[in-house]
């Protein structure tokens, strides 16, 4: 009697779980490649209005404060730390600008200051998750309140109008193109060369990857995630001053949920969840992807409920369609 | 025969170990917190220790709780299902929906916790078959109920004029509806997690699924089990908060999730999984929705109120989770 | 002293468990290549090799976690399929895992007793642990061991030797049921007091009249408790040793060469045929 032909079970997996194989970046980016020319060919031949310079802009425009944004949650996400209160710091930011101008601080000092404060924001997420050791989702989700409560505190519930030639900067262009898209494609390529080549970018992948072994090496795992979520505050800061100088007002309730566009836009640029990979091309991509995906849904008229599906498609599809690459895997459960 | 005697001082050394074990557990404490929350709440202003504002605030978090207990149990599993607040929505909308259509009471009631299920069906299947983490997955489900709930159902709410449908507006021997239904949740609940077998091996699934599986554990089995029953009792809650309500509500519950997971993690739960009790959730769900209504009382502005509790959120989980060690 | 003769059958009611030809491919690789292992009723076998020999795999094959592509086994002389840990329970085999499989949010009698919990029903209907049986068992149960620990405890804060006991007592708690024990690397994690009384216990469950198959990469270990022992090398037994008769060089140096011909030698001058080579043995003259 010979036992039947093996029935591959999850459990053959003698190492460990069925872990998802660290999804392999780069053909996330492709894939992103090609879902970006895809859609963009689609919105450019159906729907009118799109291929215009005047949207083009306005699009990037809008979306260069996410992407901003978004590169700083990359270094948090990837360290392992999840920042999900980057909507209320980019409005606290803003605040503080403003509050900064109408005291009469001369506004290079106010633009600096809108920084400083997210970056203070952040640093205090890392000092809570360092110090007392609570997960980084349920600090930043608390600081998601505390932030927005201090901006309307601050503000005093008012919008404030600023005026100022040099904190507006972001209003204008340089060579045609929107200073806010400047802005966020220099700080691009500064945040992968940062990334990529330095040791406090690299790091990220190694804390991210395995954090008692990055501990065991010496690594001084808190005070770098400490550092990551600072600079995930700092980035958001600056953003809450280009969101302002656009808009030409420091407003208590800019950006609500742009927290949630943004770690959608990092997950699907292939980030993963608990972090150790994922790199800053694909979160460029996912923000390109997301944030033309919703212009051209506006455009077309339709409304907040199809966003809303379209960034839970975007988060899960990515993720549904890569379960089938994993190898000799099997739909089976467990014995018995 | 000496077995009985062993037996008698087992049971009396379980008990007294029991209490050992309570007085350092993080349930207590919170059981703690909230007297003393309480208490300087009542000094601060005399309106708050009232019979109708404690049971008034006890009913309007009942239905957060009956989901609440849901996603610890899911928790307790090692599954975090963020979704709840949409699944909230739409099984009161499905709820009022069915009942405006002429389905009787009790079915469109059980309409609306089957479609809570299907919810948790749909998570199921992206969390076990599709082997897609939670927390994302369940995020993402959050976001197609809530696109879905606004583009069926528009911003507006539709009131449903019926006595029998505000049921939970009544109270039935003293105590108001919702809050006999967070009484049954919570022994049942309860009940399960501590003292049947399924509900050991569900927190042994959630505290270390790979062990799980070398001892013959369906890991998958359990993690259904988890999602369907956070999901349906978020549908319940649904239900509960529709009729307090007394109105369709396609932007009911938004934001709920946060305050749900808050309880839960407060009560114990912890995102490493295995750990959860609901016991620690009700008393957690209580105490935010008194902290809330002590705020409002004492006629904070909102972001006050903001400010407040995203302090003491991180706060509280900060102190009640030293046993356990937290997050590295 | 060469045995170049085939040395007579074995009785096969000496073997409690046979497995033939087992063949194990994850995708490309093939984990096992038609092995065989043969445990006798009350014996420790040891089970050596180097990295991705094919020990745990094979185990894990008897145990149930994993089915073979191909090959038999036998328990007590009847040929068995066992597809599920269920079923390898049900013929009296049990595992220990290499991660222990312990669970740190539950206390130790609930790790014992996971999956098989002692329960009732309230009422005629509703289900419900009996803990007091179950607290009772394993205070027993860790009596038997000689180890102090106290049923009630997390297990999220016991010390390597303790987890690796109440692990044990897993393996034993329903011993009447169950006549194999397999370890997988008991003592590894353990310092050298640990280890010892891992090992002592060991000697205590062949005393019982339980048959264990132990793997370990520590051979002198090994050779200490074991009666026999069989190594692995690239998916298929190379040689089988009566761990009187051998040293720990010449274990390694199988494990190393992974000698093409085979030694196999026992005490009594029976072996088992399953595992002799018809080509001559070589040996190095040791008695």
Redesign the interface.
């Known amino acids: 009697m010979t036992a039947p032909p093996a029935e591959h079970t999850e459990a053959t997996r003698t190492r460990s779980s069925p872990k998802r194989a660290k999804s392999d970046p780069t053909r996330r980016i492709y894939a992103l490649l090609v879902f970006i020319v895809l859609e963009m060919s689609i919105f450019a031949l159906f729907v009118p209005d799109f291929w215009t310079q005047r949207n083009l802009v306005s699009t990037g425009r809008l979306n260069a404060v996410v992407a901003i944004v978004a590169i700083g949650v990359t270094f948090g996400l990837i360290s392992g730390a999840i920042d999900i209160s980057v909507g209320a710091v980019i409005a606290l930011s803003g605040v503080v600008g403003g509050q900064l101008l109408g005291h009469g601080f001369p506004a290079p000092l106010a633009a600096l200051g809108t920084v400083a404060a997210g970056t203070l924001a952040g640093l205090t997420n890392g000092f809570f998750v360092t110090r007392f050791r609570v997960h980084p989702l349920i600090v930043t989700i608390g600081m998601l309140s505390v932030a927005r409560g201090l901006a309307f505190v601050l503000a005093d519930g008012r919008s404030v109008i600023i005026s100022d030639d040099f904190f507006n900067v972001f209003q204008s262009k340089w060579f045609g193109v929107p200073l806010p898209v400047l802005l966020a494609a220099v700080a691009f390529l500064v945040g992968h060369y940062v990334l990529a080549w330095t040791h406090f970018g690299r790091y990220t992948y190694a804390m991210g990857g395995n954090d008692v072994a990055a501990r065991a090496v010496a690594l001084p795992v808190d005070r770098l995630r400490t550092y990551y979520l600072g600079l995930s505050g700092g980035l958001a800061g600056l953003g809450g001053w280009v969101l302002a100088s656009a808009v030409g007002a420091s407003v208590p309730s800019a950006a609500r949920g742009t927290e949630l566009v943004v770690i959608t836009a990092v997950l699907l640029g292939g980030v993963g969840f608990s972090g150790g990979s994922g790199n800053l091309l694909g979160t460029f991509l996912g923000v390109v992807l997301i944030g033309t995906m919703v212009n051209g849904m506006a455009l077309q008229g339709l409304g907040p409920s199809h966003r809303l599906i379209v960034l839970g498609l975007a988060l899960i599809l990515p993720l549904a369609l890569e379960a089938r690459k994993l190898e000799g895997f099997s739909w089976r459960t467990s014995a018995t | 025969m000496v077995e009985s005697r062993r037996d008698t001082t087992a049971i009396h050394g379980g008990v007294r170990l029991a209490l050992r074990k309570q007085a350092s557990s993080p349930t207590f404490l919170l059981f703690v917190t909230l007297v003393v929350l309480l208490g300087v709440m009542g000094a601060a202003k005399s309106t708050f220790l009232t019979t109708s504002n404690l049971t008034s605030t006890a009913a309007l978090s009942s239905t957060t709780f009956i989901a609440a207990a849901g996603f610890t149990i899911a928790a307790s599993a090692g599954v975090f299902d963020l979704s709840v607040g949409g699944t909230m929505m739409l099984s009161g909308v499905t709820f009022g929906t069915l009942f405006q259509a002429g389905v009787p009471l009790p079915l469109a009631a059980m309409g609306g916790v089957l479609l809570g299920a299907g919810i948790g069906t749909v998570n199921t299947f992206l969390v076990t078959k599709l082997r897609i983490n939670s927390i994302i997955a369940t995020l993402g489900v959050l976001f197609i109920v809530r696109g879905i709930g606004l583009e069926v159902g528009g911003r507006r709410s539709t009131q449903v004029v019926s006595d029998a449908f505000r049921f939970a507006r009544r109270d039935l021997l003293g105590l108001p509806v919702p809050v006999w239904g967070s009484i049954v949740v919570v022994i049942v609940t309860h009940y399960f997690l501590a003292y049947t077998p399924i509900g050991q091996r569900l927190r042994a699934v959630g505290g270390n699924p790979d062990g799980a599986r070398e001892v013959a554990l369906n890991v998958d089995r359990y993690r259904t089990m988890a999602l369907v029953v956070s999901a349906g009792l978020a549908g319940l809650g649904g239900i509960v908060l529709a009729s307090i309500i007394g109105a369709i509500d396609p932007q009911g519950a938004i934001g709920r999730e946060i305050v749900i997971a808050t309880a839960a993690f407060l009560g114990g739960a912890s995102l490493t999984g295995g750990r959860g009790s609901v016991i620690g959730t009700l008393m957690a769900v209580f105490l935010l929705a008194s902290l809330f209504n002590g705020l409002v009382q004492l006629a904070l502005r909102p972001e006050w109120i903001d400010i407040a509790s995203g302090t003491i959120l991180v706060v509280a989980v900060a102190i009640n989770q030293r046993p356990s060690g937290g997050f590295r | 002293m060469d045995e170049t003769e085939s040395p007579p059958e074995p009785q096969v009611d000496d073997l409690i468990v046979r497995m033939r030809g087992i063949t194990?491919r994850?995708?490309h690789v093939e984990a096992l290549r038609n092995a065989d292992l043969e445990l006798r009723r009350g014996e420790i076998l040891g089970l050596v090799g180097d990295n991705g020999a094919g020990k745990?795999?094979l185990v894990?094959i008897l145990a149930?976690?994993?089915?073979?592509?191909?090959?038999?086994?036998e328990v007590s002389g009847n040929?068995v399929?066992?597809?599920?840990?269920?079923s390898a329970?049900s013929y009296g085999i049990e595992?220990i895992?290499q991660?222990?499989?312990?669970?740190?949010?539950?206390d130790v009698a609930?790790n014992v007793f996971?999956?098989r919990?002692p329960?009732g029903r309230l009422l005629g209907l509703?289900?419900?642990?009996n803990?007091?049986v179950m607290?009772?068992r394993t205070a027993q149960l860790l009596e038997r061991l000689s180890v102090d620990i106290d049923p009630?405890a997390s297990v999220g804060v016991l010390s390597g030797g303790q987890r690796q006991m109440v692990a044990i007592a897993r393996a034993v708690a329903f011993e009447s049921d169950s006549k194999i024990i397999v370890m997988d690397e008991p003592s590894a994690a353990l310092g050298p007091a640990e280890a010892a009384t891992v090992l002592e216990l060991v000697r205590g469950l062949r005393a019982h009249g339980t048959s264990v198959i132990m793997i370990s990469h520590r051979i002198p270990e090994v050779l200490e408790v074991a009666d026999r022992v069989l190594i692995l090398k690239a998916g298929r037994g190379v040689a089988v040793l009566d761990t009187a008769n051998t040293t720990v060089e010449e274990c390694v140096s199988i494990i190393v060469s992974g000698a093409a011909d085979w030694a196999s030698r026992t005490q009594t001058g029976s072996s088992s045929s399953t595992l002799e080579q018809t080509a001559s043995v070589k040996h190095s003259g040791r008695g």
Do not use: V
Not at chain 3, 81 to 86: F, N, V, Y
Not at chain 3, 99 to 106: E, G, H, I, S
Not at chain 3, 126 to 129: E, F, G, K, V
């Open positions: 194990k994850f995708g745990s795999t894990k149930g976690i994993i089915q073979a592509d191909s090959g038999e086994i040929a399929l066992i597809d599920t840990a269920q329970r595992m895992h991660d222990l499989a312990l669970f740190n949010n539950l609930a996971i999956g919990e329960s509703l289900p419900y642990t803990r007091a607290r009772r009630n």
